[in-house]
């Protein structure tokens, strides 16, 4: 995944920092692998960048251009998303160890992660264009797993039910932004929510 909040006018212009945090729950659980399991130096290099890169924009948001944070619109209560990824993780997984788990948890928590961006454009009844194209980008990318898990299972006869089903859960929670962005982002109008 691309991360277009790396960019400091990115982070500048986030107001979303529950979101980056789950990112970074997300990030840390599912890595920790780093210190058991060599796959290749361009995977290696690629997790440490996602780790690196994700806690570069909490200090952005939280420190460097802690003003242009909107703190009275991220109002979203994370740990509903996180103790029901947590309990759900203990019960459906591919084996019941410590890196496994964290892994399950990692991805039941990824779908469910824009759901605090997504309160906050609701909230507020708009976006600015680059939260706009930040979120498209990230529907973009679990398009991409889609089709990523539909090659596999042509290629390999491999099946994950646990991304499937979890990508799947993200995907309908971006469907109406998708719709939003087409008809106004696209054609070069703010994004805003119907009154």
Known sequence: MVQIWFYPSAA???????????????????????????????????????LVSTYFTLYLIYRKFKLSYDRNHDTFRIEFLILPAAVLSLIWNHEFSFLEILWTFSIYLESVAVLPQLFMVSKTGEAETITSHYLFALGIYRFLYILNWAYRYYTEGFIDWISILSGCVQTILYCDFFYLYITKVLKGKKLSLPA
Request: glycine residues 2%; charged residues 15%.
């Open 12 to 50: 500048l212009k986030c107001k979303c920092g529950n979101c980056i945090i789950l990112y970074a729950i997300v990030f840390t659980c599912r890595y920790l692998d780093l210190f058991t399991h060599y796959v290749s130096l361009y995977n290696s290099v690629m997790k440490v960048f996602y």
